[in-house]
């Protein structure tokens, strides 16, 4: 019976010893083994064995991108302005050899690193700068620390500049230039308010007298065609009239002449006619040769008569 005892003590003992020896690594992650105190090999995902005693694992290694958020590092301008800037590193290990052999603290180490490089940028920058360059910024801190970080099997995705916390005094002086500066805007919003609501106006009046000014030059226009219009149809009407009396006068010395009359009763009814084209008015006419002599014989007739 005792033998049986340490026989179950025993074999017990080495199912606990092998049971210890199977390791199953996670996804993102990897085991940097050591046999007798030497680097063996990383493990990545899967079942893995050890030997016992001689292998051990001496440090497992987180493969996802991580976060570092510093608290604020003091900094000062390149314009001696002192303020506080705290920082978000990405990174991710890419290399568990390196991570676990590269450096003894790599949190501590990244985050020292950090403070020193932003440090470095930010000394040669004014506060302007510092405020309007974050994007600047960041990509030069990123690019010194991944490239101080790769001997440690890091690599740093991203560098953020999570606050930048000037001093009170330079905080007021900034809200003041803000305050100035939206009044300013405002007042030139206002001024070009009212300048285009002048020009506006301007050109308002402007169109009214144009078209009030071809208005009137268009009713002149129609005044002078229409009086243009009564003079034509006035003279129209004077030729028509002048056209009847002398078709009515040709007419009549037809008629005349189909009646049987003798030439001197027709230079008589000529003589009324220009009797009647003088009308009392004209100053001066002239008489053919022919009537002329008909009237002196019609007056010798009349004085024959009479004595």
């Not at 019976?1 to 990897?30: D, E, H, R, Y």
């Not at 302005?81 to 890419?94: A, H, L, N, P, R």
């Not at 740093?156 to 003041?176: D, F, G, Y």
Request: charged share 30%; glycine share 6%; with cysteine.
């Amino acid at each position: 019976m005792p033998g049986l005892t340490a026989f179950i003590i025993i074999t017990l003992f080495v199912i606990w010893i092998l049971s210890t020896c199977i390791k199953i690594v996670p996804q993102a992650n990897s085991f940097v083994v050591e046999r007798l105190g030497a680097f063996q090999s990383a493990w990545s995902v899967g079942l893995h064995f050890k030997i016992p005693i001689i292998d051990r694992i001496a440090k497992r290694v987180n493969l996802k991108e991580q976060v570092g958020d510093f608290p604020p590092q003091p900094v000062i301008t390149k314009d001696n302005v002192k303020m506080g800037i705290d920082t978000v590193v990405f990174y991710q290990i890419t290399d568990p050899k390196l991570f676990a052999y590269g450096v003894e603290n790599p949190i501590m180490a990244i985050e020292n690193l950090t403070a020193t490089t932003l440090r470095n940028i930010i000394g040669d920058l004014e506060l302007d700068e510092c405020l309007t360059s974050r994007e600047t910024i960041n990509t030069k801190m990123r690019a010194s620390l991944d490239l101080a970080t790769d001997p440690w099997g890091i690599k740093i995705n991203r560098v953020e500049l999570k606050n930048i916390s000037p001093p009170a005094e330079i905080q007021n002086a900034m809200e003041k230039q803000m305050k100035a500066e939206r009044e300013r805007r405002e007042a030139v919003t206002r001024a070009e308010g009212e300048k285009r609501a002048n020009v506006t106006v301007a050109e308002g009046k402007k169109a009214a007298a144009i078209l009030e000014a071809e208005a009137a030059k268009e009713s002149a226009i129609l005044r002078a065609e229409a009086e243009k219009e009564k003079r034509i149809r006035e003279a129209e009407g004077e030729a028509e009239a002048i056209r009847k009396v002398q078709q009515a006068t040709a007419d009549g010395i037809k008629m005349i002449r189909e009646a049987g009359a003798d030439e001197a009763v027709l230079k008589i009814k000529s003589l009324e006619a220009f009797e009647k084209a003088a009308d009392g008015k004209a100053t001066k006419i002239i008489i053919p040769s022919e009537i002329q002599g008909l009237a002196g014989l019609a007056a010798t007739l009349k004085e024959t008569f009479t004595v």
